[in-house]
């Protein structure tokens, strides 16, 4: 799947039911789980502004891992 396949909408919102957003996801259940997680890292970079190919790196040293397990 290329990039130009799809793109985000930004003027396009609506608020929706629940059942309505399910029937909207249906849209995307012809796709992959392969395809679907491509389509998901790209309207994050578009929805966070970075590159698709270079997502930021995370800033490991803000975060410890605490033991619970002694």
Same mark, same amino acid.
């Given at each position: 799947? %290329?990039?130009?396949? $799809?793109? @985000?909408?930004?003027?396009?919102? =609506? *608020?929706?039911? @629940?059942?309505?957003?399910?029937? *909207?996801?249906?849209?995307? !259940? !012809?796709? =992959?789980? %392969?395809? !679907? /997680? &491509? #389509?998901?890292? $790209? @309207?994050?970079? &578009? =929805? $966070?502004? $970075?590159? /698709?190919?270079?997502?930021? %790196?995370?800033?490991?040293? @803000?975060?410890? *891992? #605490? =033991? &619970?397990?002694?």
């Amino acid at each position: 799947m %290329k990039e130009q396949e $799809y793109r @985000l909408d930004r003027t396009a919102f =609506s *608020a929706m039911s @629940l059942s309505e957003a399910d029937n *909207a996801m249906n849209d995307y !259940r !012809r796709f =992959s789980w %392969k395809e !679907r /997680l &491509v #389509i998901a890292a $790209y @309207l994050n970079s &578009v =929805s $966070y502004n $970075y590159p /698709l190919n270079a997502p930021p %790196k995370m800033e490991k040293h @803000l975060f410890t *891992a #605490i =033991s &619970v397990f002694k």
